[in-house]
């Protein structure tokens, strides 16, 4: 083959689209890469373990619930949620600068990323698919109300709804409201209640 | 750039799907397309406004089929091709060529915690801000055609500066390998009515970060 139609095949190959399995495409690409020695196929595992198991809404739910119990950690988490949060050792990658916003009877915070799926991955772990797909990315500003409807929450007009677009390398929390009756509970029994939609703003937390 | 992956505001995109009880990776191959993004990062040949534009840049139609891993792969692969790690020709073949160097990982297992502290994208340089909470600003009427951070939906529009983030790496440039430009990053809050208009409930806003070069005083 000539250079021309090197190029040339190149460019074919380039562009096209036919649509392959992807679990064949991502072996295939493993399989390259760890014969380059430009990955190390322990490296992956561990990759996916941490993500798979050690990281997740759980982190969130006890941050959630200590800022429920302790007014002072609230405050702390209130005004810088990056060292409040790292008090329990989570931090890091897609945590680096988080804010944490507080819901309330009279305002409902709720977070989205229009552009691409931008997640505090140190509270909460990667993002669910519905976080990362178009109908929430393109709705969720534009009307919020009626996304959360989709969610089961049908919120009162007299709230005020703030939509949190994450456009730059600022992570979200939302803190949700503590629900009545939750008094006698402990903060493990309060950090049980407190689910991952809670803390996107898609939900409250209910006993 | 103007592209399907600025979504914000658009129609027709159907209903949220949720899946109750979803796993982390529905498939090993969703984990391993996320570890091989995670491990080949290492090798700095990209960032991370890079990576984002990558995904940004595959074909439309593509983009809007794809699930959120196949995207991860597509990018991968660009990216890998783009910055000479990878030749054409060894993805199309799926194997190295004959007689290239084999490479020691720039990753190992032991490295991964480390790799998990993270990358903070502020930096400590003295930059004066150019706004300052309560101010009253417009984000620009820009369509640049690379990587930007700036929402069409919010381009023109007025909104308030909430507060002050501190001092963080500029995407447009840095996506680019152009310099990281570091500038001030502030929450605006827009009205939900000054963005979508009179269908809008007059309460409710919409808070976006944005850096000192997409803003204006208004």
């Known amino acids: 083959m000539d250079a021309r139609a090197a190029r040339e095949h190149e460019h074919d190959h380039a562009h096209q689209a036919v649509p392959s399995d ?186 | 750039m103007n592209g399907v992956h600025d979504m914000g505001g658009m129609h027709g995109m159907g209903p949220i799907e949720y899946e109750k009880d979803e796993p982390v990776f529905h498939a090993r191959w969703e984990g391993l397309a996320f570890a091989l993004n995670r491990a080949m990062g290492v090798w700095a040949k990209w960032n991370l406004d890079a990576s984002r534009h990558g995904i940004e840049r595959l074909p439309p139609a593509e983009y809007l089929r794809m699930s959120y891993y196949e995207k991860w792969t597509a990018r991968l692969e660009l990216l890998l091709v783009e910055s000479g790690l990878v030749t054409a020709e060894e993805l199309a073949a799926g194997m190295p060529a004959p007689g290239s160097p084999k490479a020691l990982p720039a990753l190992t297992a032991e490295k991964v915690p480390a790799l998990g502290k993270g990358r903070p994208a502020s930096r400590d340089v003295p930059v004066a801000p150019r706004f300052h909470a309560g101010q009253s600003v417009r984000a620009l009427n820009m369509h640049p055609a690379g990587h930007t951070r700036l929402p069409r939906y919010a381009r023109g529009k007025q909104g308030t500066v909430d507060r002050d983030h501190g001092v963080f790496v500029f995407p447009d440039t840095n996506a680019r390998f152009l310099g990281e430009k570091p500038q001030h990053v502030y929450s605006v809050r827009f009205a939900a009515c000054e963005l979508w208009g009179g269908q809008a409930s007059p309460r409710d806003s919409v808070y976006l970060d944005l850096w000192d070069d997409y803003l204006e005083p208004a």
């Open chain 1, 22 to 207: 992807p679990a064949l495409r991502v072996k295939a690409l493993e399989s390259l890469l760890v014969e380059k020695g430009l990955v190390d196929r322990a490296a992956l595992d561990a990759l996916i373990d941490t993500y798979q198991h050690k990281i997740g809404p759980r982190n969130g739910a006890r941050v959630v619930a200590r800022a429920w119990v302790d007014p002072a950690y609230k405050r702390r988490l209130l005004a810088n949620a990056t060292a409040a949060i790292a008090e329990f050792g989570y931090g890091g990658s897609q945590g680096e600068h988080m804010v944490v916003v507080e819901n309330g009877p009279q305002v409902h915070n709720v977070v989205v990323c229009t552009l691409c799926s931008c997640y505090p991955w140190s509270v909460l772990g990667l993002p669910p698919v519905w976080y990362k797909s178009a109908p929430y990315r393109s709705r969720a500003v534009i009307d919020p109300r009626g996304v959360l409807r989709e969610f089961g929450l049908d919120l009162p007009e007299e709230v005020e709804v703030r939509v949190w677009d994450s456009t730059a390398e600022l992570r979200y929390l939302v803190l949700p409201e503590r629900p009545p009756g939750t008094e006698s509970l402990s903060e493990d029994e309060l950090a049980a209640l407190v689910t991952r939609d809670s803390m996107v703003g898609v939900a409250k937390v209910s006993a």
